[in-house]
């Protein structure tokens, strides 16, 4: 079986990127569950990739998102 290797510097885990969205990380659980945000899950672990936060920064600072 092939590795699978992940660049930490891509990834941020839940507290760090309810930070950097600023938000809550209740938020960013109904975020997750509605699919507004995509999180990366290996095993027992969730990380946010770094191109969804800037995804949704891009779209905050453009007027598109809420606080849901």
Known sequence: M????????????????????????????????KGKIVPLKLSNRTFIPKSEIERLNLKKNKGGASNE
């Open 2 to 33: 092939p590795k699978m290797v992940i660049d930490t510097d891509e990834v941020y885990e839940l507290e760090e990127a309810a930070r950097l969205l600023d938000i809550g990380i209740a938020t960013l659980f109904r975020w997750m569950k």
